[in-house]
């Protein structure tokens, strides 16, 4: 099989009982957590999710390629024994997956493209759930390549904001989950005003939640909540 990404969204809040110990204790709890994620050999990175969102204190975007199909089925269950030792303390708010696959609209690799692998990460993270609505599949394929065009000329007008297209059509209950990163808030927002002016908006079913973080080093990220 062709390579692909599977990139994996955790969306976690802290629990009544971790409030409750001691800040010794919590710290010991992170050390653990922490250790257990480079123990893991995945990719992965800690965003801070709170007070930008009520519910949802941090997300654990993790990824890993996907060579070989038994992998996909590997990686759930390597998270599910990380994880679950420490449900006392963190709660599932959110969990969103889906994996890479050539655009069905665009050519190539394009230079505003997401690398998971990277190390650096930019300030800024946003992810949502993303599905279109029937009336778009029943369209001709020139009709929805016409439209995705200007979708693409809107995006790079915008060269410094990096997209990642997730695919999860049948697997989740959205078709997509869409990942950007930028240093500037202000501008992705003017991206996405701009993005719902164009003729495919009108075939968005879904586009929310919107979920906004703030990347920090793992360690950095959980001193936020001692």
Not at 4 to 33: P, V
Not at 135 to 148: E, F, H, S, V
Not at 154 to 181: C, M, R
Not at 199 to 213: Q, S
Request: glycine share 4%; aromatic share 14%.
């Amino acid at each position: 099989m062709s390579i692909r990404l599977l990139s994996h969204f955790h969306f976690f809040q802290f629990t009544g009982h971790y409030w409750k110990l001691s800040a010794e204790n919590k710290q010991d709890i992170q050390k653990k957590l922490l250790v257990d994620l480079e123990k893991s050999a995945l990719k992965f990175d800690l965003y801070q999710a709170y007070p930008l969102h009520a519910d949802v204190d941090i997300i654990l975007w993790s990824t890993i390629q996907v060579t070989e199909n038994d992998l996909v089925a590997q990686y759930f269950e390597k998270m599910a024994v990380l994880t679950n030792q420490y449900r006392a303390y963190l709660q599932t708010k959110e969990s969103w997956w889906g994996m890479t696959r050539p655009s069905d609209y665009a050519r190539g690799k394009s230079a505003q493209e997401i690398d998971p692998f990277e190390d650096h990460r930019a300030t800024y993270l946003i992810v949502y759930p993303f599905s279109k609505t029937a009336a778009w599949y029943k369209m001709g394929r020139d009709t929805r390549q016409g439209m995705m065009n200007e979708h693409i000329r809107i995006g790079h007008q915008y060269p410094e904001i990096k997209q990642l297209l997730l695919y999860s059509t049948g697997l989740q209950d959205q078709e997509f989950i869409v990942t950007y990163e930028t240093e500037d808030l202000a501008q992705f927002s003017q991206l996405v005003t701009d993005l719902r002016s164009s003729e495919a908006r009108l075939f968005t079913e879904r586009d929310t939640p919107i979920f906004t973080a703030i990347y920090h080093p793992p360690q950095d990220t959980l001193n936020l909540f001692v």
